[in-house]
């Protein structure tokens, strides 16, 4: 119980202030015109004023808070390497059994992970947060617990009290870490693009470790190439792109004996491959109503580099016209189709026949082209069903279908397969048109030898024919009557799709593969996408970054194409395969932000504990003890650290006791002023 005295005056307190200043002047008055009662009336004006002042006694009954003393342990990953954990668990044990031994104090433990994505360690944010449930009087003191590698030490808040860190890890630590210190996003097929490494090693490196050191290079999960690199310098490394879509390339570095972790020996570095431009060759055998089709689908394709010519004269024609007044130029059938052929992605034959312009060995060379890798596209017309057809050439070594010699020419309807259906190249034309589409006329009658029928016209014959020779792909399109579609006849269809999915097919663009495993992540959810003719129920078998192996049941969401998604549990490079295709993908930075630095130092909490008075200490040495100490005073030294006592308290019950009743002071002020008067006249 503690008591006060307090005032509650009548008037305010500038008022009486003019009040007491009045009397005293009265008083010394009085006392300089040698008036026997100044004394009475001095003690009538302290009586009046005191009435006026109101006094009274506060009483207050108080209850003892203890104080708290906040401990925030860091287990981020860095934490959990080595010997560390069985360090954090020993020191917290330490710590309760020492604040357990004061008296009239509490702790509070506060555990702290990663943070998101790959924002490191937020140990500052973390106390923060612990601060903001602890009244700032009852605070006696912050211990952390971490390694001291932390990311957010510009977010330290202004404490109270002292705060120390004890640091795990051990005097002899060392490690040997991969940074990736430049690596593009995107590359350009078939151009050179350098990335920027380096391995470095930190802490207590043993003598004898040498100055080199291996390094294996992994393309998309494939067998590593192993190199002898220089250590603590910077590597340039040039690296050229094969394919398009996503490059994952895996660096990984010897692990030596006595490393910390061999967590940060490893990055990983994810490339979108993109073409820079797309070559096309497209050769119309004669002027016709879809030629312009074809010429509009890829001139509006700012990626498309096209090259058109239409044979408008064959050396057959003969009109009397001289060549010399011809505003025709000759068709460069040897630089084409020798000398350059290997520059283009695609080549359309569009209604083309043979009249002499292409000799055998320039077809010939076509057909080497496409078993090495090429691309060819017929849109075949009536022309395709003669004696004079391109299929008797060597072409007909790649090409997936016979024609009969028969030209149907009555309506149809173009139909999707079920194998279409699955086919990304036609798969979902009928939601793109919105419903049915308009009829053609005209079907070249093929007897399929190979590849994947995906549409078909008049009694399921076969109209759209894609197969895969050699390295290369072929596309026979069995009627030249698209261009209706084109022009909205019968309400038209989805032929610029239609069109530019089978482009885009012949040119391998990865989105439109017909067998393909892809996986795609945000955050630490991998969306797994199977895409396969097959109707067979999938599973894929990931393997995580730790070795470990689980398999992820996919369902079919639409014809052809399978799903799941998988929440990884931490990050790195997660392999899938499904028995016959394989890809990888990488959760989380190519380089952990965690395991940037794995020493332990003090180093970046030197200033706020300095601040406060407070130590960093080393938990290898000895757990230290826990004192108190005298707010102001240095708070730690060798093996011990100190928190200030807060005496907090709180208040329980308030009594308020008059000390003079206003109205008994008046009373006493009256008497004594009828005293100085009865004084005065007696004199």
């Known amino acids: 119980m503690t008591g006060s005295v307090i005032f509650d005056p009548l008037l305010p307190w500038p008022v009486l202030w003019a009040v007491l200043a009045l009397a005293l002047a009265m008083t010394g008055f009085a006392v300089w015109r040698g008036l026997a009662g100044w004394w009475l009336r001095g003690l009538a004006a302290a009586a009046a004023l005191l009435a006026i002042a109101n006094p009274s006694l506060q009483t207050e009954e108080r209850t003892p808070l203890s104080d708290i003393v906040v401990l925030v342990v860091d287990e981020s990953a860095s934490q959990r390497i080595a010997d560390r954990p069985d360090q954090t668990e020993a020191a917290i044990a330490h710590v309760q059994a020492e604040v357990e031994a004061l008296d009239n104090t509490e702790l509070r433990i506060l555990r702290l992970g990663d943070g998101d994505g790959n924002e490191g360690t937020l140990l500052m944010t973390a106390l923060t947060e612990a601060l903001a449930e602890v009244p700032r009087a009852r605070l006696a003191g912050a211990i952390l617990l971490t390694d001291g590698q932390l990311h957010d030490i510009d977010r330290a808040p202004a404490l109270p009290a002292p705060l120390h860190a004890l640091l795990t890890g ?8 991969l940074v990736v210190k430049n690596a593009p996003a995107f590359a350009i097929l078939g151009e050179e693009v350098t990335l920027t490494l380096r391995i470095e090693d930190q802490g207590a490196v043993p003598a004898g470790l040498g100055e080199n050191t291996r390094i294996s290079i992994a393309i998309d999960g494939a067998e590593p190439q192993t190199y002898t690199v220089p250590l603590n310098r910077d590597l340039e490394l040039p690296v050229v792109l094969d394919h398009g879509g996503r490059n994952v390339i895996q660096f990984s570095v010897a692990t030596e004996a006595g490393e910390l972790t061999d967590r940060n020996n490893a990055a990983v570095v994810q490339i979108n491959g993109v073409r820079d431009r797309l070559r096309v060759l497209l050769v119309s055998g004669k002027p016709h109503p879809g030629e312009r089709t074809w010429r509009n689908l890829l001139k509006a394709d700012s990626s498309v580099d096209l090259v058109h010519f239409t044979i408008l004269r064959p050396p057959d024609k003969h009109d009397g016209v001289p060549v010399t007044e011809l505003s025709l130029i000759a068709f460069p059938t040897r630089e084409l189709f020798l000398d350059k052929i290997d520059e283009f992605d695609l080549i359309i034959f569009d209604r083309y026949k043979r009249r002499g312009i292409l000799p055998m060995l320039y077809l010939d060379n076509v057909r080497d082209y496409v078993e090495k890798g090429g691309a060819v596209l017929i849109a075949a017309g009536p022309d395709f069903a003669s004696a004079d057809s391109i299929y008797h050439s060597p072409l ?9 010699a028969r030209v149907i020419e009555e309506g149809y309807l173009p139909e999707v397969t079920d194998l279409g259906a699955r086919h990304p190249v036609t798969a979902g034309l009928k939601a793109e048109a919105g419903g049915d589409w308009g009829r053609w006329f005209r079907l070249i009658d093929l007897k399929t030898t190979g590849g994947q029928v995906v549409m078909s016209g008049v009694d399921d014959r076969p109209l759209l024919v894609l197969d895969r020779p050699g390295e290369g792909r072929v596309a026979l399109l069995a009627s030249d009557h698209a261009w209706l579609w084109n022009r909205g006849f019968e309400g038209g269809g989805p032929q610029l799709e239609l069109l530019r999915r089978l482009a885009h097919w012949m040119m391998k663009e990865p989105d439109l593969e017909e067998e393909a495993l892809r996986a795609e992540a945000e955050g630490q959810t991998v969306t797994i996408l199977r895409r396969s003719l097959s109707e067979e129920a999938r599973q894929v078998e990931i393997t995580r ?5 689980v398999t992820v049941d996919l369902a079919e969401v639409a014809p052809g194409r399978f799903a799941a998604t998988y929440d990884g549990p931490e990050i790195g490079l997660y392999r899938l395969s499904d028995g016959e295709l394989e890809t990888v993908i990488a959760l989380g930075p190519a380089a952990p932000r965690e395991f940037e630095e794995t020493i332990a130092s003090g180093t970046k909490l030197e200033q706020p504990v300095a601040a406060t008075r407070g130590g960093i200490l080393p938990v290898y040495q000895r757990l230290p003890d826990i004192r108190r100490v005298r707010e102001g005073r240095l708070a730690a030294g060798r093996g011990w650290v100190g928190i200030t006592p807060r005496d907090a308290y709180m208040t329980a019950d308030v009594t308020v006791t008059p000390l003079a009743p206003a109205w008994l002071m008046l009373l ?14 007696q004199r």
Not at 396 to 404: G, I, K, M
Not at 545 to 549: L, Q, S
Not at 668 to 681: D, N
């Open 170 to 177: 051990q005097e002899d630590d060392w490690d040997r870490r």
């Open 396 to 404: 007909s070594d790649v090409l997936p279908a016979t024609p009969t």
């Open 545 to 549: 970054p730790d070795g470990e192996t």
């Open 668 to 681: 006493i002020a009256a008497f004594l002023s009828v005293g100085a008067w009865l004084r005065e006249g």
